[in-house]
């Protein structure tokens, strides 16, 4: 197939001529030129920007595409194959910032371990901030299991004893 002028590869992927630019500049596509010094990009090209933009929209780093995209082929365009390897290659982080997703998803309304203890919640759920000794930051949207005793979202204690203390609370 033919090649394509950078004008149809933003046209194609909504991504300005200036940000394709940039990515071949920091190695994540690359053109050709013609004798005039226009650029010309391989059709795969559009695969390429259209996993930048995705990886971008998730969080990652361009460091972390440019390493994923160094993976590919160069001389060819890349197979199902290529993109397979690619996809096993990130599952691991993908799973891990899908888990964070659902987390701030779920339980942005309870206590997120920050420390600010603003919610009636915060005490239940982190009391007296124990969730400080585990790292700065929102501990359990992080992952960071509850201290044993402090309540879940679910109201049941962390370490699953059952000692009720009132309609719907659940202490130590």
């Known amino acids: 197939m033919e090649p394509l002028p950078i004008g149809q590869v933003a046209d ?4 300005a001529v200036s940000a394709l630019r940039f990515y071949e500049q ?3 596509i690359r053109s050709e030129r013609t004798g005039g010094g226009q650029r010309r ?18 969080g990652l780093s361009l460091d972390a595409i440019r390493s ?3 993976g590919l082929p160069d001389d060819r365009t890349p197979t199902r194959a290529d993109w397979t390897r690619l996809s096993a290659s990130w ?8 888990g964070t997703l659902l987390r701030l998803r779920d339980d942005l309304d309870s206590c997120i371990g920050c420390g600010c203890l603003s919610l009636k919640a915060c005490a239940l759920y982190n009391p007296g901030d124990a969730a400080a000794s585990l790292g700065d930051g929102a501990r359990y949207l ?10 879940t979202p679910s109201g049941a204690p962390s370490d699953a004893r059952d000692i009720d203390s009132g309609p719907g609370i659940r202490s130590p």
Do not use: S
Not at 41 to 57: E, M, S
Not at 91 to 98: S, Y
Not at 142 to 151: F, I
């Open 26 to 28: 920091q190695g994540l």
């Open 91 to 98: 599952r691991p982080l993908l799973d891990q910032r899908i």
């Open 68 to 70: 994923a995209l160094a």
């Open 12 to 15: 194609r992927t909504g991504v």
């Open 142 to 151: 992080v992952g960071d299991e509850r201290p044993a005793g402090a309540a």
């Open 41 to 58: 990009y391989p059709r795969d090209v559009l695969r390429r920007v259209a996993f930048v933009k995705i990886a971008q929209q998730v």
